[in-house]
């Protein structure tokens, strides 16, 4: 058994790491999608840093921060997902990061076309109908089927790039936070490539809980946060673009302050987080000491594969997320089909069993109750959903 799979049962091994994490007396917390908490180290090295920038001002940004400092996070950053720093820019989250390669992409024509689906982000839908409105573009919205399986999802896209030959752009959403379901990203963006569209990847809930390589998914254009399950403080994302396709995006709204030929001209010039920036270092060196993605990945995957198994054998609780190994991470949703109200069943998993989750409506399937587990979360914890679900539905 490899070590990461064998380490996710350890739950000695979790329990010893959930202690470096303080935790609000609560419910227990099952929508740990939203974003991941900080171990005590980093709160501590982040208050370090708000107190010396606080204390030195300016002049410890401008001397030490912006010429060198910010350049060594950059390239931290980009050595932890594999690409080039020129390939990163910084940015507050994975909207700012979207909203800015969508609103700049400059190879649209009016009357071309650009393609979302249901189980992408709103404000990534918005910034796509924004296009419609602003550069006379037509947007096609998809319907995934449900259940999906690699086959259906890779082709719906199919089908709408033969459907709709003025397609030129895409989102695409490598985990939805709706479902949890992860997309062949590899797969359609080859297809995407055949037919020559281009794919804005948003990589929000991937990074941190899976292994990727950009370049090995063919991906050129990607926004993602670093507060999912990266662990750093709130306020921090980043823009990938590959260089070979930086002229595809237009500076931010005209901005000057870089030249053309560097990747954070893309982004908004603004005062950024400085104390949270200085923190990754430290974020970066706890992530990869305990095994980073495949590790984190692995645990998350195996507290799903708990509870999944047991509600896949309970009638009246529909699993949304299929069990293709290639399709889902930790995150999953599920259904009473019993019941009418999804956030009655919500309310309920609170009241009575003190289990914190969360309703996702949006997806063309209905809507669903998103669980999250986290890198605190423990067998118990799950035992306690499963009984739970067991007597809910
Ligand atoms: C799939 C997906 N995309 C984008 C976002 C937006 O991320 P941010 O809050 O960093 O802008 C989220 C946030 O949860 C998300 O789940």
């Given at each position: 058994?490899?070590?990461?799979?064998?380490?996710?049962?350890?739950?000695?091994f979790?329990?010893?790491?959930?202690?470096?994490?303080s935790?609000?007396?609560?419910?227990?917390?099952?929508?740990?999608?939203?974003f991941?908490?900080?171990?005590?180290?980093v709160v501590?090295?982040?208050?370090?840093?708000?107190?010396?920038?606080?204390?030195?001002?300016?002049?410890?940004v401008?001397?030490r921060?912006?010429?060198?400092?910010?350049l060594?996070?950059?390239?931290?950053?980009?050595?932890?997902?594999?690409?080039?720093?020129?390939?990163?820019?910084?940015?507050?989250?994975a909207?700012?990061?979207?909203?800015?390669?969508?609103?700049n992409?400059?190879?649209?024509?009016?009357?071309?076309?650009?393609?979302?689906?249901?189980l992408?982000?709103d404000?990534?839908k918005?910034?796509?109908?924004?296009?419609?409105?602003y550069?006379?573009?037509?947007?096609?919205?998809?319907?995934?089927q449900?259940?999906?399986?690699?086959d259906?999802?890779l082709?719906?896209?199919?089908?709408?790039?033969?459907?709709?030959p003025?397609?030129?752009?895409?989102?695409?959403?490598?985990?939805?936070?709706r479902?949890?379901?992860?997309?062949?990203?590899?797969?359609?963006?080859?297809?995407a490539r055949?037919?020559?569209?281009?794919?804005?990847?948003?990589g929000?809930h991937?990074l941190?809980?899976?292994e990727?390589n950009?370049?090995?998914?063919g991906?050129?254009?990607?926004?993602?946060?670093?507060?999912?399950?990266?662990?750093?403080?709130?306020?921090l994302g980043?823009?990938?673009i590959a260089?070979?396709r930086l002229?595809?995006?237009?500076?931010?709204?005209?901005?000057?302050h870089?030249?053309?030929?560097?990747?954070r001209?893309?982004?908004?010039?603004?005062?950024?987080?400085?104390p949270?920036?200085?923190?990754?270092?430290?974020?970066?060196?706890?992530h990869?000491?305990?095994?980073?993605?495949?590790?984190?990945?692995?645990?998350?995957?195996?507290?799903?594969?708990?509870?999944?198994?047991?509600?896949?054998?309970?009638?009246?609780?529909?699993v949304?997320?299929?069990?293709?190994?290639?399709?889902?991470?930790?995150i999953?949703?599920?259904?009473?089909?019993?019941?009418?109200?999804?956030?009655v069943?919500?309310d309920?998993?609170?009241?009575?069993?003190?289990?914190?989750?969360?309703v996702?409506?949006g997806a063309?399937?209905?809507?669903?109750?998103?669980?999250?587990?986290?890198?605190t979360?423990?067998?118990g914890?799950?035992?306690?959903?499963?009984?739970?679900l067991?007597?809910?539905?």
């Amino acid at each position: 058994m490899p070590d990461n799979t064998r380490r996710a049962r350890d739950e000695l091994f979790w329990k010893t790491f959930a202690d470096r994490y303080s935790n609000e007396p609560g419910p227990i917390n099952l929508e740990n999608g939203y974003f991941g908490r900080m171990s005590r180290t980093v709160v501590e090295e982040y208050q370090r840093n708000i107190e010396l920038i606080n204390r030195s001002n300016s002049v410890h940004v401008r001397q030490r921060f912006e010429q060198g400092e910010s350049l060594e996070i950059r390239a931290q950053l980009a050595e932890l997902i594999g690409v080039r720093a020129q390939a990163i820019a910084l940015t507050r989250n994975a909207t700012d990061s979207l909203q800015s390669l969508i609103r700049n992409y400059n190879r649209l024509q009016p009357g071309d076309q650009v393609l979302i689906c249901d189980l992408e982000y709103d404000t990534v839908k918005g910034a796509m109908r924004w296009l419609a409105r602003y550069r006379g573009v037509e947007v096609i919205e998809i319907d995934h089927q449900h259940p999906a399986s690699f086959d259906s999802l890779l082709a719906s896209y199919r089908e709408a790039f033969a459907r709709y030959p003025r397609l030129k752009l895409m989102a695409l959403t490598h985990v939805t936070h709706r479902t949890g379901l992860v997309m062949p990203v590899q797969a359609i963006a080859a297809a995407a490539r055949e037919h020559g569209i281009d794919v804005i990847l948003d990589g929000a809930h991937a990074l941190g809980q899976m292994e990727f390589n950009l370049q090995e998914l063919g991906i050129a254009f990607a926004g993602y946060n670093l507060h999912k399950w990266i662990g750093a403080p709130l306020t921090l994302g980043f823009m990938y673009i590959a260089p070979e396709r930086l002229a595809d995006i237009d500076p931010d709204m005209g901005e000057i302050h870089f030249p053309l030929n560097d990747i954070r001209a893309r982004t908004p010039y603004s005062t950024p987080n400085i104390p949270a920036l200085l923190t990754l270092p430290q974020v970066f060196e706890e992530h990869l000491a305990m095994g980073g993605s495949a590790a984190k990945g692995a645990r998350l995957n195996y507290l799903r594969n708990e509870w999944v198994r047991a509600a896949r054998n309970l009638p009246g609780i529909e699993v949304m997320t299929p069990d293709d190994p290639r399709l889902y991470c930790g995150i999953t949703s599920l259904r009473f089909t019993r019941h009418e109200d999804q956030q009655v069943m919500v309310d309920r998993l609170l009241n009575e069993y003190n289990l914190f989750t969360l309703v996702r409506s949006g997806a063309a399937s209905g809507p669903c109750i998103r669980i999250t587990p986290g890198l605190t979360t423990t067998a118990g914890d799950i035992a306690l959903l499963i009984k739970a679900l067991d007597q809910l539905r």
